[in-house]
């Protein structure tokens, strides 16, 4: 069984860092490429980073140099996704949201990170 599950959001102030992080279990982590999206009030989702299985790093234009994304395995089977969140921004207001694409999509419940002072 796939699971995905974030931990990290919540409030800071313009800024602040943030971590999250994205406990990812029950995939072939060799074939799946991992991501993070995030959408805002009234936005469509959009792509913030992702992380190939080979480890490749890509940004959307709007965090590049202020957000981090890598991975941690465990144990063979699971694997922690992390993005670091640096000079947060009240436009980085969103839910965000941990992913795994290959075969499949699957997705987290997200988590809530409100930039705000």
């Known amino acids: 069984q796939v699971q995905l599950v974030e931990f990290g959001g919540g409030l800071v102030q313009p800024g602040g860092s943030l971590r999250l992080s994205c406990a990812a279990s029950?995939?072939?982590?060799?074939?799946?490429?991992m991501a993070w999206y995030r959408q805002a009030p009234g936005k469509q989702r959009e792509l913030v980073a992702f992380?190939?299985?080979?480890?490749?790093?890509?940004?959307?234009d709007s965090v590049q140099g202020r957000f981090t994304i890598s991975t941690i395995s465990r144990d063979g089977a699971k694997k922690t996704v992390n993005l670091q969140m640096n000079s947060l921004k009240p436009e980085d207001t969103a839910v965000y949201y941990c992913?795994?694409?290959?075969?499949?999509?699957?997705w987290g419940q997200g988590t809530q990170v409100t930039v705000s002072s």
């Open positions: 992913s795994a694409h290959g075969t499949y999509e699957y």
């Open positions: 029950g995939l072939i982590f060799s074939i799946y490429n």
């Open positions: 992380v190939t299985s080979g480890g490749n790093t890509n940004y959307a």
